[in-house]
Nanobody
Framework: QVQLVESGGGLVQAGGSLRLSCAAS????????MGWYRQAPGKQREFIAQ???????RYADSVKGRFAISRDNAKSTVYLQMDSLKPEDTAVYYC??????WGQGTQVTVSS
């Protein structure tokens, strides 16, 4: 059974940083593309970042240069380092494995 568990969300002031983690189980983590999406109130879920098994990365324009995705295959964990946070980054952040399995999400709130 695939399980993705996000952690690391919280309340931070604008300009601050957070690091999200997503621990995976029940999958062969090292061969999967892992990603992060977010969903703000009243909005559709949107792509944020992904990292392939070869560690190639891709980012949404809205977070490029501020967010960094990484992975630790030994721990079956993917991370999202978020710097220079803005109030518009406020959302529930979801981890995904190959866009087919999803975590429950972690809330990130950025105050102005």
């Amino acid at each position: 059974q695939v399980q993705l568990v996000e952690s690391g969300g919280g309340l931070v002031q604008a300009g601050g940083s957070l690091r999200l983690s997503c621990a995976a189980s029940g999958i062969i983590f090292s061969i999967l593309t892992m990603g992060w999406y977010r969903q703000a109130p009243g909005k559709q879920r949107e792509f944020i970042a992904q990292i392939t098994p070869t560690r190639s990365t891709r980012y949404a324009d809205s977070v490029k240069g501020r967010f960094a995705i990484s992975r630790d295959n030994a721990k079956s964990t993917v991370y999202l380092q978020m710097d220079s946070l803005k109030p518009e980054d406020t959302a529930v952040y979801y981890c995904t494995a190959s866009s087919s399995s999803w975590g429950q999400g972690t809330q990130v709130t950025v105050s102005s």
